[in-house]
């Protein structure tokens, strides 16, 4: 369920063909923890590999089996969404940067490192834009 980015990029590159085919949706939600960039910022766990992987699990816990989780760079993330449209991935936002605050709450020792910034894009679009989905699965790598 963890993927690499340029596996993940490619994937993601074939359900925009696959959607232009059929009547479907696909939508990217990445979320943006890069300011957490030490060990010495963590509570319970001694890596930031460690804090990643947990942060991972408690995403996978939060999306479907069909939906794609990249690997975390920098600490960014990205989750691609298959049949999903803009109001379904907006509605996860909400709920996974609700359950990633607790979890940064419990094991990060400031509230300054609460911050989750996400973008979520969608395809077909209301301009039915591939580029901007296309710029913003660049943007993850």
């Known amino acids: 369920m963890y993927y690499g980015n340029d596996y993940f990029k490619n994937r993601a ?3 925009i063909q696959r959607v232009k085919r059929y009547p479907s949706f696909v939508s990217l939600l990445s979320l943006d923890l890069s300011h957490i960039d030490s060990d010495e910022e963590l509570e319970n766990y001694d890596t930031l590999e460690k804090f990643y992987r947990a942060l991972r699990e408690l995403i996978k816990n939060s999306v479907r089996e069909t ?3 990249s690997n975390i760079y920098g600490g960014k993330i990205a989750i691609l969404l298959v049949e999903t449209p803009k109001k379904g991935a907006l509605v996860l936002s909400e709920r996974l940067k609700k359950s990633i605050k607790y ?3 419990d094991n990060t020792k400031s509230p300054l490192n609460w911050r989750i910034s ?3 894009n969608s395809f077909p679009g209301p301009n039915n834009d591939e580029d901007n989905f296309i710029t913003a699965l660049d943007e993850i790598n």
């Open 103 to 105: 979890f940064l709450c």
């Open 13 to 15: 590159l074939e359900e």
């Open 67 to 69: 939906d794609l989780i």
């Open 118 to 120: 996400s973008k979520e």
